[in-house]
Nanobody, 122 residues
Framework: LQLVESGGALVQPGGTLRLSCAAS????????VGWFRQVPGKEREGVAC????????DYADSVNGRFTVSRDDAIETVYLQMNSLKPEDTATYYC????????????????WGRGTQVTVSS
């Protein structure tokens, strides 16, 4: 059972990126999915969450209005569209799942994937 994040890149301030979170070995559409990010030396923070039906979508204040989370259950993938990127968005981005809806609260022993690096810099 694995989640694979992709789509990170180096982008200039004001730019856009779309991250993907794909499931391997399980059926993602049964789960709520949360996006998280982490900067070295800091705690991982929740960025966005989408419920199984997409009826519940939550964003951190820091990204609200700039990021959009969506899901395509036909291909077992959740996306994070990131617009108007700022240098403070620089981080490694991860996704995680929950059977209990949003917010996604991974346990301390949750097996985080490799993440995908987003760097916003001119």
């Amino acid at each position: 059972l694995q989640l694979v994040e992709s789509g990170g890149a180096l982008v200039q301030p004001g730019g856009t990126l779309r991250l993907s979170c794909a499931a391997s070995g399980f059926t993602l559409h049964y789960y709520a999915v949360g996006w998280f990010r982490q900067v070295p030396g800091k705690e991982r923070e929740g960025v966005a969450c989408i419920s199984t039906s997409g009826a519940t979508i939550d964003y951190a204040d820091s990204v609200n209005g700039r990021f959009t989370v969506s899901r395509d259950d036909a291909i077992e993938t959740v996306y994070l569209q990131m617009n108007s990127l700022k240098p403070e968005d620089t981080a490694t981005y991860y996704c995680a799942t929950s059977l209990w809806g949003c917010p996604v609260e991974p346990s301390s022993d949750f097996d985080w994937g490799r993440g995908t690096q987003v760097t916003v810099s001119s």
